[in-house]
């Protein structure tokens, strides 16, 4: 007995004849009389009685189609569901940010356009640094992650680079390169400005890429900053600017953290420092709901990328 052979039988059991049966199946009426005698035999049940205008159920007949039609209407409501979670409409789908990436317009944006697009994908969402959420995909434990410049990377991981924005330096908002002014607007941070000023830095585990650019163009302008505190997290970056404890070095997208305690500046163009957005997936995972989130946030990254060649990029704003 397999489903096929149920279908054929159902087919009968509503027609009331094995010819008309076969006409709707598409099939030939010898070949659909063998399966059903097929069924019969496996069963050990006399299914139909024949007479001469077709066939009818017997008692055995009966007791199968109610369960025969519970059994086809739950294997094709099982088969829809795979083919929904093959298609990557439906199912689970682990993402981690790092707070940095969090922060950015472009996550809470994807994240809604994802909600709306597809209803039925279940999204679980956490936060890591850069170097466990790496290692999270590359075990499994995530399906995709949302980070600035990797930490490492394990074969087998894509790292898609879907933004750019620039970095700013953020300040206490009294801090004098804060106040400096030309033509009545805030004027770019060189990086001899930055000699000697306390620096809060995100150290390598959390932030490699920028801590590690950072001081290469620092070396490169004979600029020795002078770090006095090196935390796990953007954010507890910018509490301790606020607070007043020194400056730091963040991503443009970290622009109105503590508005009323922090300035932020661009740097010189000379001083320039660009900070990606990248997507971190498994290659091998790049199915289902994996690739559909993936596929998304490609689309709405070069969307963005477009608008911003237009003007302003969505949920960017101007340093003050």
């Given amino acids: 007995m397999d489903i096929r052979q149920l279908r054929y039988f159902l087919a009968v059991a509503e027609a009331g004849h094995m010819t008309q049966a076969a006409a709707q199946l598409g099939m030939a009426q010898p070949p659909l009389s063998q399966q059903i005698k097929a069924l019969e035999n496996s069963t050990g049940l006399a299914l139909f009685k024949r007479h001469a205008k077709g066939v009818a159920l017997t008692e055995a007949g009966r007791t199968l189609q109610a369960d025969a039609t519970r059994l086809v209407h739950d294997f094709d409501a099982l088969k829809s569901r795979m083919q929904l979670l093959a298609d990557g409409k439906t199912g689970r789908?682990?993402?981690?940010?790092?707070?940095?990436?969090a922060a950015h317009a472009f996550t809470p944006f994807a994240l809604r356009e994802c909600r709306a697009r597809h209803p039925g994908l279940v999204l679980e969402i956490g936060e890591n640094n850069a170097a466990e959420i790496t290692e999270a995909v590359a075990e499994g434990?995530?399906?995709?992650?949302?980070?600035?410049?990797?930490?490492a990377r394990p074969p087998g991981l894509v790292f898609d680079t879907l933004l750019h924005e620039p970095a700013l330096v953020a300040m206490p908002i009294d801090h004098p390169l804060a106040l400096r002014r030309?033509?009545?607007?805030?004027?770019?941070?060189?990086?001899?400005?930055?000699?000697?000023?306390?620096?809060?830095?995100?150290?390598?585990?959390?932030?490699?890429?920028?801590?590690?650019?950072?001081?290469?163009?620092?070396?490169?302008?004979?600029?020795?900053?002078?770090?006095?505190?090196?935390?796990?997290?953007m954010l507890t970056n910018l509490n301790l600017v606020a607070a007043?404890?020194?400056?730091?070095?963040?991503?443009?997208?970290?622009?109105?953290?503590?508005?009323?305690?922090?300035?932020?500046?661009?740097?010189?163009?000379?001083?320039?420092?660009?900070?990606?957005?990248?997507l971190v997936y498994r290659a091998d995972d790049n199915v289902g709901p994996t690739a559909t989130f993936t596929t998304l946030l490609q689309s709405l990254a070069r969307e963005q990328q477009a608008t911003a060649g237009r003007g302003r990029p969505r949920g960017a704003a101007e340093p003050g």
Avoid at 141 to 151: A, E, Q, S, T
Avoid at 186 to 209: K, S
Avoid at 253 to 270: E, T
């Fill in 182 to 233: 030309h033509s009545g607007k805030p004027t770019p941070v060189r990086m001899r400005d930055l000699q000697d000023e306390p620096m809060i830095l995100v150290r390598r585990p959390g932030a490699p890429g920028l801590y590690a650019n950072l001081l290469a163009l620092c070396d490169t302008q004979g600029v020795r900053p002078r770090v006095v505190a090196e935390v796990a997290r």
């Fill in 141 to 151: 434990r995530v399906h995709c992650g949302l980070l600035r410049v990797p930490v």
């Fill in 93 to 101: 789908l682990a993402i981690a940010f790092t707070s940095s990436a």
């Fill in 244 to 278: 007043g404890t020194g400056i730091s070095i963040v991503p443009s997208s970290m622009l109105g953290v503590h508005p009323h305690a922090i300035a932020y500046r661009p740097l010189a163009d000379r001083g320039r420092l660009e900070v990606p957005l990248t």
